[in-house]
């Protein structure tokens, strides 16, 4: 049996217009199931629905291309999640083709990006948040008319402050330099200024450290407080600002940051 679905371009990616429309691709999953499962008829027309959506597999791999791996290979593996979909799809309940394929093919590129393109070991569920952290800036920065800080980001997502802090740091293990001089071809100075960076001390850390000694500190803090060093460190708020906010006198504020953050200096030199 010939099948009228079938096509003979080599790339299916670069057929014509009429080659990537869906139209009506819900009744062709209708004739599929009506098959036996091994039957010759039903292996061709799956093959055909595959090549009719190939387009469809291309398109959402051309949107994740610039993000460190080649076109072809993510081509490749939106490929896999098309064929995971069209074997996984039930027509019967009525739904569109395309809303069950799309979420599909994006899940297994986003999936790749999770396991298999971070140079150094990070947690998972760390390499997830940060994944959501992206569309959440800008979401926010579009809501705040301000680059959004951890804590927003935080409390937008619903998650700890100190997981968005590690999924911001872990952005940095995605790639990692090599220590070798950059290219056969880079110049002696530039290779050396690139070695002699390496195993300094480096001042984050001591910034990190005291983040960390300090977050649990901040949790326990009453609310007033907690609010006031929020409007004065994470939103840069002036103390007159944060008085007119809070409706108090800006002595008032002057005397809850001195008071609350001598105390908070005492409780982490003691803990």
């Known amino acids: 049996m010939t099948s009228r679905y079938s096509h003979t371009d080599a790339d299916p990616r ?11 691709i819900e009744d062709l999953f209708q004739l599929l199931t009506a098959l036996e499962p091994r ?10 629905i595959v090549r009719r959506c190939l387009p469809l597999a291309d398109h959402i791999a051309r949107r994740f291309t610039g993000r460190g791996e080649r076109h072809d ?16 799809f039930d027509a019967d309940k009525g739904s569109s083709f395309l809303a069950f394929a799309i979420p599909t093919i994006m ?11 971070w140079a150094v070991r990070v947690p998972r569920r760390i390499k ?18 301000r680059a959004p800080t951890a804590m927003d980001i935080a409390t937008e997502l619903g998650v700890d402050l100190n997981e968005v802090t590690q999924a911001l740091i872990a952005d940095n293990g995605y790639r990692t330099d090599s220590i070798d001089p950059l290219s056969e071809n880079s110049d002696d ?23 960390l000694a300090i977050a649990p500190l901040l949790a326990r803090l009453p609310a007033f407080e907690a609010r006031v060093l929020h409007l004065r460190f ?3 708020r002036t103390q007159s600002q944060i008085a007119d906010e809070l409706d108090v006198s800006q002595m008032h504020i002057s005397r809850v940051l001195s008071r609350t953050l001598d105390q908070l200096r005492r409780q982490a030199e003691r803990e």
């Open 189 to 211: 100075q530039r290779a050396t200024r690139h070695l002699a960076g390496l195993g300094r001390i480096e001042p984050a850390y001591d910034i990190t450290d005291e983040a």
């Open 39 to 48: 039957s010759p008829d039903r292996i061709r027309m799956r093959e055909d």
């Open 234 to 236: 994470f939103d840069d």
């Open 107 to 117: 899940g297994e590129i986003r999936r790749h990006f999770r396991d298999h393109t």
């Open 14 to 24: 670069r057929r014509g217009q009429h080659a990537d429309s869906y139209d009506g």
């Open 73 to 88: 290979d993510l081509y490749q593996i939106a490929s896999l999640g098309l064929v995971l979909a069209i074997d996984r």
């Open 128 to 145: 997830e948040l940060q994944q959501s952290i992206g569309p959440t800036v800008n979401r926010l920065y579009q809501d705040l008319g």
